[in-house]
């Protein structure tokens, strides 16, 4: 940590310049200068790219750097199909009957084929070309190629999903805003995005050239409030720290944000403990080897059988059902983004 500088992208939430660096490499070891907000502790790359360049990345390259594929191999559908689940599970009790939910940054689709598979009338957009035509082509899914800002056509929601998508938004604020002009009278947003304070990587991992914006649960609420939801439900990921926060569309006008004013020393004080010799001293990495060499070994065993991708998504619902976890509604047919 190299003390207070100059930045030139203001804070998103509180609108301060005055910011502290708190690392100069990504998690390749490549040049990447990262700020924290010494007023509110809201976390992002400065400088970046422009506008432009980033979106370009999203589009052509994101994924494939990321993953190093252009299209999911078995063991990510089935990977994504558990996760989807979970994420499911997180938000199922505020669901309705007739319900819209939208996916943005749908990825290959897994997500909506799961909760249309469940009875949600679920859609999805997603501004890779090869993810977004892999739903629409493999999965038959609706999900359309583009960013959240071309979804205004397609009427309102009453409910919107970004799952570790917020944090590689340009300007999360008024994606906020836009996304609570898209829900309904009180409509649902549920957010997750990885965890400024999360204890459970390596330190070295912590920033990456495609996370804008890193969060905690103090600024991530702030951040919602401000933008006219209210939080309904938050939850910590206790295998990773990823943030799981549900809001509810607000109809009060938007929240000052309350006092953050000790959420930055919170923030350097547990990333300035939490070192890299502390890290290896632990047993987390050991464990999360562990754990990850007998996820490799459940995911092979579990698509074996199967060549289809949507097939072994099937197996997966219907052992969701089986336990009780999914209910018995009927699949409802493919259809376009703006159906319903």
């Not at 996916?103 to 009875?119: E, K, Q, S, T």
């Not at 020393?265 to 300035?272: C, D, E, K, N, T």
Request: with cysteine; proline share 5%; glycine share 10%.
């Amino acid at each position: 940590m190299t003390g207070r500088t100059a930045c030139s992208i203001p804070c998103n939430l509180c609108g301060s310049e005055s910011v502290e660096e708190i690392s100069l490499r990504d998690r390749e070891g490549r040049y990447l200068r990262t700020v924290i907000c010494t007023e509110c502790g809201l976390i992002w790359s400065d400088p970046r790219p422009s506008d432009e360049r980033i979106e370009h990345f999203y589009a052509k390259r994101y994924r494939k750097e990321y993953k190093g594929i252009t299209r999911p191999k078995k063991k990510h559908i089935y990977r994504h199909a558990k996760n989807a689940l979970k994420r499911y599970v997180f938000f199922r009790d505020v669901l309705k009957e007739g319900d819209r939910l939208l996916d943005i940054g749908a990825g290959n689709g897994v997500f909506v084929y799961c909760l249309r598979g469940l009875g949600v009338e679920a859609s999805g957009i997603e501004p890779d070309e090869g993810h977004s035509r892999y739903a629409r082509e493999e999965l038959h899914v609706p999900v359309e190629t583009g960013f959240s800002r071309d979804i205004d056509r397609y009427g309102t929601f009453d409910i919107i999903t970004l799952n570790h998508v917020l944090e590689h938004m340009i300007d999360p604020f008024a994606e906020l805003r836009h996304i609570r002009a898209l829900l309904k009278s009180g409509g649902f947003l549920v957010v997750d995005v990885p965890n400024a304070e999360d204890l459970k990587q390596d330190p070295k991992n912590r920033y990456h050239k495609a996370h804008l914006y890193t969060f905690n649960p103090g600024s991530l609420s702030a951040l919602g409030e401000q933008a006219g939801f209210r939080v309904f439900r938050r939850e910590t990921e206790r295998h990773n720290g990823n943030i799981s926060m549900l809001f509810r569309k607000s109809v009060d006008p938007p929240a000052v944000p309350g006092d953050l004013s000790g959420n930055c020393a919170r923030i350097l004080g547990v990333i300035g403990a939490y070192t890299r010799l502390r890290h290896f001293a632990s047993a987390i990495p050991y464990k999360k080897l562990l754990e990850n060499a007998a996820s490799a070994i459940e995911e092979q065993a579990a698509v074996r059988r199967f060549n289809r991708h949507r097939d072994i998504i099937d197996a997966v619902l219907l052992s969701c059902r089986s336990k009780g976890r999914g209910g018995a509604v009927p699949r409802r047919r493919p259809g376009n983004l703006g159906d319903g």
